[in-house]
């Protein structure tokens, strides 16, 4: 009697494990997909985009609004291209997407790691295609 007792919770357990991992499989890649980076594949789903500013602006326009999670307030974004630091965020617009392999951006805390105490502000960083 003890063991059915046992044996129970620990196979409704079980199917509701596996129920629930059916039911993510089934879900939609928009989904799955991370909101720090846009990957080469979403990059191509959006046709008819030009230009690396255009797309950002499409797909993570929040990217565009660099915020403190302190103060609420507004920060200047800081652009790397290639781990090249870049004068300013309008220079997205010269950026070709078909030349890009990823887009990710970093929260402050994040890019004060990946890039040095002296960056304590967001940053996207865009790595380009390498040549074959």
């Given amino acids: 009697m003890t063991r059915r007792l046992l044996l129970v919770p620990l196979l409704f357990t079980l199917g509701c494990a596996s129920a629930g991992a059916a039911g993510a499989a089934g879900s939609g890649a928009a989904s799955r997909r991370s909101?720090?980076?846009?990957?080469?594949a979403e990059?191509?789903?959006?046709t008819g985009i030009l230009n690396v500013y255009d797309l950002v602006v499409r797909v993570r326009p929040n990217y565009l609004r660099g915020t403190t999670e302190l103060?609420?307030?507004s920060q200047p974004v800081q652009l790397r291209?290639?781990?090249n630091a870049q004068r300013?965020?309008?220079?997205?617009?010269n950026i070709d997407v078909r030349q890009v392999h990823e887009i990710r951006y970093f929260s402050p805390q994040e890019?004060?790691?990946?890039?040095?105490?002296?960056?304590?502000v967001p940053v996207i960083s865009i790595?380009?295609?390498r040549l074959k």
């Fill in 81 to 83: 291209v290639d781990n």
């Fill in 111 to 120: 890019a004060s790691v990946r890039f040095g105490v002296d960056t304590n």
């Fill in 71 to 73: 103060t609420g307030g």
């Fill in 127 to 129: 790595t380009m295609k």
């Fill in 88 to 93: 300013d965020l309008a220079d997205m617009k």
């Fill in 43 to 46: 990059i191509a789903e959006n």
């Fill in 35 to 40: 909101q720090s980076v846009i990957t080469e």
